[in-house]
């Protein structure tokens, strides 16, 4: 089967950088994705890394080790609108994808 | 406008009462599915669909069936809801599989009693 762990609640600051870790377990890999969604709302899209390295779009970037089986996903400049929930997902050898339980981020003024 | 649509957004049933939440996408997906959102939780997927007539279960399809007759629609039919199934749930389109990009819909928040 396929695992993720993500943290369950991180705090920061307006204007700051976070990071949200996701380690995970799958048999067969073939990316690692991010996805936003605000209370009440349904998930967004946020990236997709299928290689090791860096993807970056606008204020938000994640990161990829295969080898280490973990990503994360980078928050640069926060606002206020970036509270949200935050899920990393897996798609392993069977094409399903599997969600973490999510992260909360809360941004304070 | 590319979108995914739910019917019913809300709905409150009793147990043993059938039910059905019907999605639709107009993006031409040959990838469809469905979850559930329980706190704590996450997304958990019900059941999927690969293309027109094809479907199969996901993590957690007990109490539940899907059909895909049409490539754009597919709706969840819950033939006889229990409390346990009292949840927010998402439908999801994608180009062709789940490692995709994924659409969801706006979510229909179904309360069993």
């Known amino acids: 089967g396929q695992s993720l762990e993500q943290p369950s609640e991180v705090t920061a600051v307006e204007g700051a950088i976070v990071q949200i870790n996701c380690t995970y377990q799958?048999?067969?890999?073939?990316?690692l994705s991010w996805y936003q969604q605000h209370d009440g709302g349904a998930p967004t899209f946020l990236s997709y890394n299928g290689l090791d390295g860096l993807e970056e779009t606008g204020r938000f970037s994640s990161f990829l080790s295969r080898s280490d089986s973990y990503g994360y996903l980078l928050l640069q400049e926060l606002q206020m609108k970036d509270s949200a929930s935050y899920f990393c997902?897996?798609?392993?050898?069977?094409?399903?994808?599997?969600f973490g339980r999510g992260t909360s981020l809360i941004v304070h003024p | 406008e590319a979108q995914v649509t739910q019917n019913p957004r809300y709905l409150i049933t009793v147990t043993g009462k059938k039910l059905t939440v019907t999605c639709s996408q107009n993006m031409n997906h040959e990838y469809m599915s469905w979850y559930r959102q329980d706190p704590g939780l996450g997304l958990r997927q019900i059941y999927y669909s690969m293309n027109v007539e094809v479907t199969d279960k996901g993590d957690v399809p007990e109490g539940y069936k899907v059909s895909r007759k049409e490539k754009r629609n597919f709706p969840l039919i819950l033939e006889s809801p229990s409390p346990n199934q009292t949840s927010l749930y998402f439908c999801?389109?994608?180009?062709?599989?789940?490692?995709?990009?994924?659409?969801f819909g706006p979510g229909t928040r179904l309360t069993v009693l």
């Open positions: 997902a897996v798609a392993g050898g069977s094409y399903i994808p599997t």
């Open positions: 999801a389109s994608s180009l062709s599989s789940g490692v995709d990009e994924q659409f």
């Open positions: 799958t048999s067969g890999f073939y990316g």
